[in-house]
T-cell receptor, first 117, second 110 residues
Framework: DADVTQTPRNRITKTGKRIMLECSQT?????MYWYRQDPGLGLRLIYY???????NKGEISDGYSVSRQAQAKFSLSLESAIPNQTALYFC????????????????FGPGTRLTVL | QKEVEQNSGPLSVPEGAIASLNCTYS??????FFWYRQYSGKSPELIMS????GDKEDGRFTAQLNKASQYVSLLIRDSQPSDSATYLC??????????FGAGTQVVVTP
């Protein structure tokens, strides 16, 4: 099955450490996204990429960076982790390789639970 | 004002009844609308997409869209305990990004 995978699924780290979260997809989608979710705050967009050469900041990009290594891979880095970056992080993809859907639905990976001590 | 508004709930629904969830949005040019279901600690799962005014049915789910009123709703018929989750309304904006509401928690009681 075409899928979106994220590694690691859980991570505990210390303040000041550099962390990389990875996302891979086999859906053939060209668009990829990183979100974080905090209780009561819903999903917030960190960065998004509409193709390999396109990277855009979302609403909460400060303290984060991304790399689009290939169409299927999109990594999120926390250069120097801080406790208020403790959250659930989701990668999502969208696109329509067959040109059959007008909706541009997004499909989410399983998430990474990150704890910064 | 948030771009996508939902009642946070919890919405308590007896098993077998209809759950009705509402969502309003502010961007008049939006064309695509989505409902996601999210269980606690899990990722959002797409359950409905709607593009045109009117109703769209898929199994026990019906999405309703009224672009003139900037309103989209989700009905869940014959609610089951497994429907207990948070339901996220999402609207595709002019730049191709999804704007999410904060979600409505649904609790189906036996």
């Amino acid at each position: 099955d075409a899928d979106v995978t994220q590694t690691p699924r859980n991570r505990i780290t210390k303040t000041g450490k550099r962390i990389m979260l990875e996302c891979s997809q086999t859906k053939g989608h060209d668009r990829m996204y990183w979100y974080r979710q905090d209780p009561g705050l819903g999903l917030r967009l960190i960065y998004y990429s509409f193709d390999v050469k396109d990277i855009n900041k979302g609403e909460i990009s400060d303290g984060y960076s991304v790399s689009r290594q290939a169409q299927a891979k999109f990594s999120l880095s926390l250069e120097s982790a801080i406790p208020n970056q403790t959250a659930l992080y989701f990668c999502a993809t969208s696109g329509d390789p067959k040109g059959t859907s007008p909706y541009n639905e997004q499909f989410f990976g399983p998430g990474t639970r990150l704890t910064v001590l | 004002q948030k771009e996508v508004e939902q009642n946070s709930g919890p919405l308590s629904v007896p098993e077998g009844a209809i759950a009705s969830l509402n969502c309003t949005y502010s961007d008049r040019v939006s064309q695509s609308f989505f409902w996601y279901r999210q269980y606690s600690g899990k990722s959002p799962e797409l359950i409905m997409s709607i593009y045109s005014n009117g109703d769209k049915e898929d199994g026990r789910f019906t999405a309703q869209l009224n672009k003139a009123s900037q309103y989209v709703s989700l009905l869940i018929r014959d609610s089951q305990p497994s429907d207990s989750a948070t339901y996220l309304c999402a609207v595709l904006d002019s730049w191709g990004k999804l704007q999410f509401g904060a979600g409505t928690q649904v609790v189906v009681t036996p």
